[in-house]
């Protein structure tokens, strides 16, 4: 049996768990006020006030680091990777480090399992971070050489709910051909062919449906002449895209259960807004069935939003049911992703990744 910390940084929380296993036996939320993070001006900064948070609250259940196999973090913005279970070294504490990659909360996931595990010589993994690249060569180009297309998605859920599928398939991720659409406050359709995302809509950018939040792909010359009226700054321009796009920009909520609300009160728009996601997630769908020549095991439906089997799951299955059959697998337990991706290593099922990007 193993014993494992499950550490996954947010933006103004710090999630831990043990497992035994795959048994959780400790789950907590460890909440961090503005006002405390208000005086650290980098996420990195915030490392020593997060470790203490964790190291206090493992003191208080009774759990010894001692006794722990492994340290799981939540994988950062590093350089890309393929999908998979890393060892953290140097290479990577630097590159979580190096604001010029990018900045987000998960950036201390491998910061602070590398440093808990260090002070009893056991390892620390991330798992399967945002920046998971196996794209076809082909998926790369975007239709301008100024700008190459780039995989950025919900890897550790999506790569999770792949290998469940396909186990329910009575087959290995590695045997499978699956299309897994992430719905949540962005969504991600990845083609998964045999165990490689090899195509994916970049979900944080603005490429693919839109979401709750963000804007999906827009149609380029409007954006451009947008961009160029003089009426919105560049930041304006991105929370057009990112955080206030989609469902937010239509219907003034970003709840999907609002929205499921305002429909079932008779509101035409919300139903008309909420259909048209659907409408276009299975469009994204088609796209990805096609980059795997429609030979696909399973349509795999995944995150928040497919607990909305009444509408959002109805309408997309009635549109993709033809190409193969609708799995359904509402919500994402990030944690157990982590804790299974260090088991997978830890009990020989695979070898432990080397970060050298």
Request: glycine residues 10%; proline residues 3%; negative net charge.
């Amino acid at each position: 049996m193993h014993k494992l910390l499950v550490i996954n940084p947010g933006s103004t929380s710090t999630k831990i768990a043990i497992f035994e296993d795959e048994h959780l036996i400790l789950e907590q939320v460890l909440r961090h006020s503005g006002q405390e993070l208000a005086k650290y001006e980098r996420v990195v900064d915030q490392f020593e006030f997060r470790k203490e948070a964790v190291m206090k609250a493992l003191e208080t259940a009774g759990i010894q680091v001692a006794e722990l196999s492994a340290v799981v973090g939540r994988g950062g913005v590093i350089r890309p990777i393929p999908g998979g279970t890393y060892r953290v070294n140097e290479t990577m504490l630097a590159d979580l480090r190096d604001i010029s990659l990018g900045e987000h909360a998960s950036d201390l996931g491998g910061l602070l399992a590398h440093d808990i595990a260090k002070e009893s010589g056991i390892p620390a993994f991330i798992v399967d971070p945002v920046v998971v690249d196996e794209l076809n060569e082909v998926a790369r180009l975007s239709g301008s050489p100024l700008m190459q297309r780039k995989s950025i998605f919900h890897a550790l859920n999506q790569k999770a709910i792949a290998r469940r599928a396909a186990q329910d398939l009575g087959k290995e991720y590695e045997d499978a051909n699956l299309v897994v659409a992430h719905l949540g406050g962005g969504i991600s359709v990845g083609a998964h062919l045999r165990g490689r995302v090899v195509d994916v809509n970049n979900a944080l950018d603005g490429e693919g449906p839109f979401s709750p939040e963000r804007s999906g792909g827009l149609p380029a010359l409007a954006l451009a002449k947008l961009c160029l009226s003089g009426q919105y700054t560049e930041a304006e321009v991105r929370r057009l895209i990112v955080g206030r796009g989609g469902l937010m920009a239509y219907l003034g909520t970003n709840d999907a259960r609002e929205v499921v609300r305002r429909i079932e009160q008779g509101d035409e728009q919300a139903r008309l807004v909420y259909e048209a996601m659907s409408y276009q997630i299975a469009k994204e769908i088609g796209s990805a069935a096609t980059v795997l020549r429609g030979i696909v095991d399973a349509i795999v439906l995944t995150g928040g939003l497919a607990y909305d089997q009444t509408y959002l799951v109805e309408w997309i299955r009635q549109r993709v049911q033809y190409i193969a059959p609708v799995l359904v697998y509402p919500g994402e337990d990030e944690l157990l992703a982590l804790a299974q991706g260090a088991l997978r290593v830890l009990n020989g099922q695979e070898v432990a990744r080397e970060y050298r990007p």
